[in-house]
């Protein structure tokens, strides 16, 4: 299982200098409101406020929300800063390679067929260009 769990943080990180995510409640919730987010990551120990912001912006659109198996201090010790409680990809590919490292049980298989489906109309996209 660690294995895996370094592979999903190691992904975030990654993710983070490509610019395909961004962190904190500011910038995540201005993805929200125009509707950028493709996986919106909750850590698992994220105040209530953080959370309730989170999924009231997302409730009713595409975009989904995750509560990861990460505390916060881990979490943004993954991402170069001292604590992060919400972070956003702005890439459904990342997303997807994200959830698919994350330890099994962590995403419901709903979830990850979503992402797959976007994913694969993304591509789908790009060929036809």
Do not use: C, H, W
Not at 34 to 39: P, Q, S, T
Not at 91 to 118: K, Q
Request: proline share 3%; net charge positive; hydrophobic share 45%.
């Amino acid at each position: 299982m660690e294995q895996a769990v370094d592979k999903a943080l190691g992904l975030l990180g990654l993710a983070r200098k490509a610019g395909k995510l961004q962190t904190g409640e500011e910038s995540v919730g201005v993805m929200l409101t125009e509707k950028r987010a493709r996986l919106t990551l909750l850590a698992e120990d994220a105040g209530e406020a953080v959370s309730r912001k989170a999924r009231g912006l997302a409730e009713g659109t595409r975009q989904r929300v995750l509560k990861i198996p990460y505390d916060k201090l881990r979490l943004g010790a993954a991402l170069g800063r001292p604590s992060v409680s919400v972070a956003a990809f702005g890439d459904v590919s990342m997303a997807l390679a994200f959830v698919r490292a994350l330890p099994e049980g962590t995403a419901d298989p709903e979830l990850l067929e979503d992402l797959e489906r976007r994913v694969a109309r993304v591509k789908a996209k790009r060929k036809k260009n």
